[in-house]
């Protein structure tokens, strides 16, 4: 009896090692995960100045001069905003209007604190990784530049992120850490799974804090401004004074949108 006792929990510890190893049963590991997740109020600190198509309708083709970023920028430093995440691409110089980008600069540097994105350049054929920073006169104007990556799971849902990446070393802020960074309320010790330490070389992309998502509601959840009514002056500054502001295209065909849990 002992020994059919003994075969049947090794069998029974193969059996879960087996499905550790090889994740049979992930797509059911990411159901109970979605499942448990739980609905809550939308934050009233956080604010979303959306590209939309209304935005687009009435400003214009995009993209838009820099000009008119740096005016956005002016009303968001005399509403009182408590700090910025502007999630536009802005690794090149404005060729047409050669003026705006400084401009663009000293509305930046003038404040709120803001966060800008770099942009990853993943490799093609024996090409190597690098990463695209903001022109220098933005990144200088900028009180950091973070990074803006999401992971996707298997079935190309995103529910987690890594809070640290970077080209050699994850010494690149997520956008929203680092947006807490700037306004001086990120957490003491940086949340996350730890990547096991490794001998990494310098050209590879290094990826560490690796946490889930706490979605709390579906699109639309947080409270949306659109982009030419902030622009314009139509939205009182009581909207916009001490908010985490970040400002980011909605408009059908710009910037990038994934599935989540919430979708």
Known sequence: MNKQWTRLLALLAISVSATTWFGWFWREDLLLYDSGLSYGPAPDSIVIVAIDDNSIAQIGRWPWRRAIHAALFNRLKTAGARAVVFDVVLSESDRNESGDDALLAQAISRGPPTVLPLTVDWPRAHAAIGESQPIPALAKAATQIAHAQLELDRDGIARSVYLREGLGQANRSHLALALLEVGHAAPRTVPGARAPPTATPTNAWVRDYHILI???????????????????????????RNKWVLVGATAQGLGDAYPTPRS
């Open 214 to 240: 706490p979605f709390l509601g579906p699109p639309g959840h947080i409270h949306r401004l659109s982009y030419v009514d902030v622009l314009r002056g139509n939205v009182p500054a009581v909207a916009l």
